[in-house]
């Protein structure tokens, strides 16, 4: 097994808590924050990390998850922007050396991309499956 | 000259109209429908209705042309998002962003913001403020920006330091209406000499400001 990281997750929905509860189980210390703490909810019971409930687009927030001691920070709250906030907090302030954010909008990630944030877009992602997979289909067919 | 206003409410009608009033023509961008109805029938000012930390609707505002990009919505993540994309894929030079967290003023700035302001932080400095560092420790805008009121800080070496209310020339439009010396406020009149230290209440008309401020400060501050 790798080195065990310190890894922050911001946003505990449906991305965040998958990420959290694979890190956890992995060996790696997590800290997960989520606004509302209804949201842990989504945590396995294996999962060995710790919760913190607040705000994370606020830096006392992400004090409190021990940012600047984390090896990685992932944005994966449901809103972009706040991903996008997060994510530029946690490298600029923060001190952290890979972040990572969620965006859902295509044109936003693009700009993102280029102010050297590291973006995962779920909806370019299934886009492109689904394209690929179609052009595959198309191909295989005879014209 | 353009300017994009993106956020909500009354704050955003009184930006509006004192942009119009000083010749820009501002593009508003609210979340609210209701409102943006409301808006388009109050100001002559176009209004959009969305999400102004999209890049599709920065874009039909007329981000390229724009000359400021000003971001007041409540929420901190949306101000920054449409302040970078603005100034990233639309090279707009200037752009405004509201803080609600007063610690991510700070924030903004290093993320290239060009000015981040804070509500609280700016509340919070009028009641700490005790003599100002500059001489206009603060203008406020009222009646919709058709009186201001500066509170200025005299100092040795300024025109109207030793001089009495009737040697000033106040030109029209323009009234001391308070010295505020030590723990002492009075309404000044004629006879009344201005100290060093003194503290003024300048009540003005847009127009008369600039021609107060140089008859009280020796220059437009």
Not at chain 1, 119 to 126: I, R, Y
Not at chain 2, 21 to 46: R, T
Not at chain 2, 105 to 111: G, I, K, P, S
Not at chain 2, 212 to 218: I, S, T
Request: proline share 4%; net charge negative.
């Amino acid at each position: 097994m790798p080195k065990s990281l310190f890894i922050v997750v911001v946003g505990c929905g449906r991305l965040g808590s998958f990420l959290a509860n694979g890190l956890s189980k992995q060996g790696h210390n997590v800290v997960v924050v989520d606004r509302r703490e209804e949201a842990f909810a989504e945590l396995s019971v294996e999962f060995s990390g710790f919760k913190v409930v607040g705000d994370a687009v606020e830096s006392e927030t992400l004090r409190k998850a021990r940012t600047a001691d984390a090896d990685c920070l992932i944005a994966a709250a449901e809103e972009d922007n706040v991903n996008l906030m997060v994510a530029q907090v946690g490298k600029e302030v923060f001190g952290v050396k890979r972040v990572i954010a969620r965006v859902a909008e295509p044109a936003r990630e693009l700009a993102y991309r280029q102010l050297n944030i590291e973006t995962v877009s779920p909806t370019s992602l299934a886009g492109d499956r689904v394209l690929m997979s179609l052009a595959q289909t198309a191909g295989e067919r005879p014209s | 000259m353009k300017t994009i206003i993106i956020g909500g409410g009354k704050v955003v009608y009184f930006l509006a109209k004192v942009f119009i009033s000083k010749g820009y023509e501002p593009v508003i961008i609210d979340q609210d429908k209701d409102e943006c109805l409301w808006l388009s029938q109050q100001l002559k000012a176009v209004v959009l209705h969305g999400d102004g930390s999209r890049p599709s609707l920065l874009e039909e505002a007329g981000a390229r042309e724009a000359v400021a990009v000003l971001a007041v919505t409540p929420r901190d993540q949306d101000n920054l998002v449409a302040c970078q994309l603005a100034a990233k894929m639309f090279g707009v030079s200037r752009t405004l962003a509201l803080v609600n967290d007063p610690e991510n003023q700070e924030v903004f700035h290093r993320l290239g913001v060009s000015v981040a302001f804070s509500t609280t932080h700016i509340m919070a400095t009028l009641i700490e403020q005790q003599a100002g560092l500059e001489e206009v420790v603060n203008l406020l805008p009222v009646a919709q920006g058709k009186v201001t009121v500066t509170e200025l800080l005299l100092h040795q070496g300024l025109p109207s330091v030793g001089r009495t209310m009737q040697e000033l020339d106040m030109p029209a439009g323009s009234l001391i209406g308070a010295v505020i010396r030590g723990e002492q406020v009075t309404v000044p009149r004629g006879p009344d000499r201005l100290q060093d230290g003194d503290r003024l209440l300048l009540i003005s008309t847009p127009e008369s400001y600039g021609p107060a401020l140089r008859c009280l400060m020796g220059k437009e501050v």
